[in-house]
């Protein structure tokens, strides 16, 4: 079985040791180098055959030169690059995405960085990837999107309640209630209440 070629760049000795305790742990992986630096990653990445970078975005350099380095070695060869991030910013995500970058993780998420790899390296395009993380964001922001009064009208409609009942049990006139499921309808975009629920509940968001 041909393994899966990795590169670690990673400015914390701590977690670096820790990538490479972990995921040389996995029969499947095969750590080919590691580096602290956005210079020094770039560099070892011209000469060496690597199929997955895992890319810490801050490195020590700047708060995103991950994201540089990531765009340089981009530049001078073909590799799928992972980011490794210690929140969820899509702003950066996005930068990250432009740069060429094909997936991202939160630190957060450490246990699932072995199926990441995996998953990535088996997606025969860069864009694949990026379509599907888009779209999960959109649906995650769609629910964030609602305010606490449509959060709370939407609870009961999920519950099976009707427009009668959500009025008498919330005290909302019926336009106002007609006004906010129409809000919670296009923030989530779908057209009836069921619709509603049905995608919440597939996409278990």
């Known amino acids: 079985m041909d393994k899966i070629k990795i590169a670690i760049i990673e400015d914390d000795i701590k977690w670096l040791q820790g990538l490479v305790s972990y995921l040389g742990k996995q029969d499947d992986f095969v750590i080919v180098f590691t580096a602290m630096s956005r210079t020094e990653a770039v560099l070892l990445s011209k000469d060496t055959d690597v199929d997955i970078i895992i890319m810490d975005i801050n490195l020590q350099e700047n708060k995103c030169d991950g994201i540089l380095a990531a765009q340089e070695i981009l530049e001078g060869k073909t590799v799928k690059i992972i980011m490794l991030t210690s929140f969820k910013d899509e702003d950066i995500i996005r930068d990250s995405f432009i740069a060429g970058a094909v997936n991202y993780i939160t630190k957060d998420d450490y246990y699932d960085i072995p199926d990441v790899i995996r998953k990535t390296h088996k997606t025969g395009s860069a864009f694949e990837v990026i379509l599907k993380d888009y779209a999960r964001l959109k649906e995650q922001e769609q629910i964030k ?61």
């Open 145 to 205: 999107d609602l305010n606490f009064t449509e959060k709370e009208v939407f609870a009961l409609i999920e519950k099976g309640y009707t427009r009668e009942q959500i009025q008498e049990k919330l005290n909302k006139s019926e336009s106002t209630l007609k006004k906010q499921i129409k809000q919670i309808l296009a923030k989530l975009g779908v057209k009836s209440s069921k619709e509603a629920v049905q995608k919440v509940k597939r996409k278990g968001l």
